[in-house]
């Protein structure tokens, strides 16, 4: 195991059907962050949790809506996603904000079908 | 926002061989950090090197090395003695010094071959 655990690994969803994805961490870590890989592109920063408080939304649509309900446990609630949000979503941890001192560690993702 | 570029989609080298991957970025900042990641098919991003903008020596982590050019803005990846689990795609990230969040570039997807 990698130490985060993202679930499902594969999702297919309708255009209105509402989903979660899950990421979970057990090292510790106090910082959590969604990112989104597309096809041929960078990858996105979504969202930032720090001690559970959102740090950041980077301009994500309100299709997707985070929660974290603690530091162990990152959740992405979708509803009524376009085919164009197709992707591999990422979750990562860090013992802190500021990653590079304290390290990443990222799940291994859930790749999203928009149908 | 700080741009990476990563001009090669695709590259691929032979067992045992060396192969450079290029990394551009753009900023305007002095301090800042540059990583490269590996991200294997099993999907987990696993970091393989980075380097710190302030230290003039380039980062070494067993096989894999990097060319930081500061001045030039880059920042190669150099996998000497490549072994078939090497293939993979690799990212080149920045981060800023004072900063959460990693800036990737496009990815180049390595293939090693027997």
Not at chain 1, 33 to 59: D, G, H, I, R
Not at chain 1, 80 to 104: F, H, I, K, V
Not at chain 2, 62 to 74: D, G, P
Request: charged share 15%; with cysteine.
């Amino acid at each position: 195991e990698t130490g985060v655990t993202q679930t499902p690994r594969h999702l297919v969803m309708g255009m209105t059907n509402k989903k979660s994805l899950k990421c979970e961490q057990h090292l510790g870590h106090n910082a959590m962050y969604w990112y989104k890989q597309s096809a041929k592109k960078p990858l996105e920063l979504m969202f930032v949790y720090n001690f559970k408080e959102q740090t950041e939304n980077n301009s994500v649509p309100s299709r997707f809506s985070p929660e974290c309900p603690n530091s162990s446990h990152l959740f992405l609630h979708l509803h009524t996603l376009q085919p164009e949000d197709s992707a591999l979503y990422l979750c990562a941890s860090s013992q802190g904000l500021g990653p590079e001192r304290y390290g990443y560690t990222f799940g291994s993702g859930t790749r999203l079908t928009v149908v | 926002a700080q741009t990476v570029t990563q001009s090669q989609p695709e590259m691929s080298v032979q067992e045992a061989e060396t192969v450079t991957l290029s990394c551009t970025y753009d900023t305007s900042e002095n301090n800042y950090y540059l990583f490269w990641y590996k991200q294997p098919p099993s999907r987990q991003m696993i970091l393989v090197i980075r380097q710190e903008a302030y230290k003039q020596q380039n980062a070494t982590e067993n096989r894999f090395s990097v060319n930081f050019q500061k001045a030039a803005k880059s920042f190669s990846l150099k996998i000497s003695d490549s072994q078939l689990g090497d293939t993979a795609m690799y990212f080149c990230a920045f981060m800023s010094f004072s900063g959460y969040a990693l800036n990737f570039g496009k990815g180049t997807s390595l293939l090693v071959t027997p």
